[in-house]
């Protein structure tokens, strides 16, 4: 094994060939291990996006995280040994650590530690194709680190040691700090003339009624936006594949309007990732209609129709008109229909579904599969209607014929 450096940090995110990670996870007293489990299934997944396998998951019940190391010492020795003992690049915790937890516990286990924030900081600056993304991941980045400065440098206090000499370290951190937040500053202000620029080519696009689709990442958005807009949309099985606001010119008949594919939600979403992206999110906030796609074949998908109700709160957006569309119902039929069911029992029990759907949700709801193009015609219709709605209600003085 290759000699560890505690003082060499450059490399944060992960290497571009597979790494082998462990996830760690703790069950807090206001959590249950189910819970914490499917929040490790989805930590396993966004691993997976970034490049890493997961060899093995460590669960610890604790009242709240130990403020030095996050786990309890037993727990930690337990991660030690595996770690040593199974060739493991990097350990990745489903929580924020401060600086100084992230310090101690890479002495403690000699590998890269990363957290959740970090983990979805790498993959959003690996998915950032536009100047507008980019520097929304860079000024995520930089008010992740402000806080953090102080544990990156606790070992250079350590090297020069002892009362008397801790100076020098306080004031490298001082001026990291402001070097920090002059880049800040400068990013908010780069960011401020993109938004300036969009807010011009929104108000271009001319009296057009805008939809925009919504939806926890990995739902299919943006398959569903190929379909409807009949132009290819980059697609695929891992999280945050849409990274970049896509707006597509979609024709219903005669009748036009914009329809715009947005950055998927996720639970524990950085809050300085949400505020780096709402000017991306300006497209969710600035529509006429909401297209909320719902993987209803996830064991939680409930969890996720909450996660992304919430997002549009705070971002002012709840009060929009939505059409709840419930995707992948032929992954739904294949997990949870058994292969001795008949096809009569398999068409109620897909009724019972649906009518249970709509009186929760309302009927402004619909069931497809993006990839097997089904009930797209009962989306397209239903889509219309409100599309046409709206153009009703924003022009009452216009005679629309389409």
Do not use: C
């Not at 493991?88 to 600086?99: A, K, Q, R, T, Y």
């Amino acid at each position: 094994m290759a000699d560890w450096d505690i003082s060499k940090k450059k490399n944060q995110g992960l290497k571009k060939e597979t790494e082998r990670a462990v996830l760690v996870g703790l069950v807090t007293y206001n959590h249950t291990m189910e819970q914490v489990e499917e929040y490790l299934d989805e930590l396993e997944f966004l691993a997976s996006t970034a490049g890493a396998e997961t060899q093995k998951r460590f669960i610890q019940k604790l009242h709240k995280p130990q403020n030095a190391t996050f786990v309890g010492k037993g727990k930690l020795e337990e991660i030690v040994e595996y770690v040593e003992n199974n060739d493991i690049d990097l350990v990745i915790f489903d929580d924020d650590l401060s600086g100084k937890q992230t310090s101690i516990l890479e002495e403690n286990i000699k590998r890269k530690i990363l957290d959740r924030s970090t983990l979805i900081l790498d993959i959003f600056a690996s998915r950032a194709q536009t100047a507008q993304a980019k520097t929304q991941v860079e000024l995520a980045q930089m008010q992740y680190m402000l806080p953090r400065l102080r544990g990156l440098w606790t070992h250079l206090e350590r090297q020069r040691g002892g009362i008397g000499m801790r100076g020098p370290g306080e004031t490298e951190i001082e001026t990291d700090r402001r070097i920090v937040r002059d880049k800040i500053s400068l990013l908010k202000k780069r960011l401020e003339k993109i938004d300036q620029q969009n807010a011009v080519r929104r108000k271009n696009r001319g009296q057009m009624i805008r939809a925009a689709l919504v939806g926890y990442t990995n739902v299919g958005k943006s398959t569903l936006m190929t379909i409807l807009s009949k132009s290819e949309v980059f697609a695929e099985n891992k999280l945050f594949a849409t990274l970049d606001t896509t707006v597509r010119k979609v024709v219903f008949g005669r009748m036009p309007f914009l329809l715009s594919d947005t950055v998927g939600f996720i639970r524990k979403l950085p809050t300085h990732l949400i505020e780096s992206f709402k000017s991306t999110l300006d497209e969710v906030r600035e529509s006429d209609v909401l297209v909320h796609v719902i993987d209803i074949a996830h064991p939680n998908y409930e969890d996720h129709i909450e996660v992304v109700t919430q997002t549009l709160k705070d971002l002012n957006a709840e009060n929009i008109p939505t059409l709840l569309v419930f995707n992948k119902m032929d992954l739904y039929r294949d997990r949870y229909f058994d292969d001795m069911l008949d096809e009569e029992t398999k068409q109620e029990i897909e009724a019972e579904l649906t009518e249970s759907m709509l009186k929760k949700y309302g009927t402004n709801t619909v069931f497809i599969s993006a990839i097997k193009k089904e009930n797209i015609a009962e989306l397209r219709e239903k889509l219309r209607i409100m599309v046409n709605d709206m153009y009703a209600e924003r022009y009452p003085h216009q005679t629309k014929f389409w």
